[in-house]
């Protein structure tokens, strides 16, 4: 499972949702959709923009965690 920490990464760098949105030219929408871990795929060029935005790489967005069976 991939879990993304989006979250996370915008509470480290104190910036609000809306304020990566406006930046990244997403909606407010969308960008709740990647921080529930609700969205079922990212577009490269969208995870590069969000990268560059908050000066961060993919791997502290994005985290592979081993699915429980």
């Known amino acids: 499972m991939i879990q993304v920490n989006l979250d996370v990464v915008l509470a480290k760098k104190k910036m609000p949702s809306g ?15 990647l921080k529930t871990g609700k969205a079922k795929a ?17 791997g502290d967005i994005l985290e592979y965690i081993e699915d429980e069976e």
């Open 19 to 33: 304020e990566l949105a406006k930046r990244v030219d997403m909606s407010n929408a969308n960008i709740s959709i």
């Open 42 to 58: 990212i577009r490269f060029s969208t995870l590069n923009e969000i990268c560059k935005v908050l000066e961060c790489q993919p």
